[in-house]
């Protein structure tokens, strides 16, 4: 499957922005979404991941009530909602996919740059 990250941009601390992943090849049901972020000088991190059916979701602790993880299978896009953005949180955003069968995230987006100024 291949992933293109798009919707990253610059905003002020306290907006809003939605990213979206568009999956194009084997795509539908059979993969797991991750977003992940990795910030100037530091370790890429997981944001949150959103199952096959999209019905269970995980958010790390510094997201948890601000950002939403969402899938349209129709679309073949997985969405990023963030909220009450804060100046930590900007980094550059990537979107993976883990296969069903897979233990790892294996198939990666190009990155969208999200900046949140103060």
């Known amino acids: 499957v291949q992933l293109q990250a798009s919707g990253g941009g610059l905003v002020q601390a306290g907006g809003s922005l939605r990213l979206s992943c568009t999956a194009s090849g084997r795509t539908g049901s059979r993969y797991t979404v991750g977003w992940f972020r990795q910030a100037p000088g530091k370790e890429r991190e997981l944001v949150g991941r959103i199952s096959r059916s999209g019905g269970s979701t995980y958010y790390a602790d510094s997201v948890k009530g601000r950002f939403t993880i969402s899938r349209d299978d129709a679309k073949n896009t997985v969405y990023l909602q963030m909220n009450s953005l804060k100046p930590e949180d900007t980094a550059v955003y990537y979107c993976?996919?883990?296969?069903?069968?897979?233990?790892?995230?294996?198939?990666w987006g190009q990155g969208t740059q999200v900046t949140v100024s103060s």
């Open positions: 993976a996919a883990r296969y069903y069968t897979e233990a790892d995230f294996r198939s």
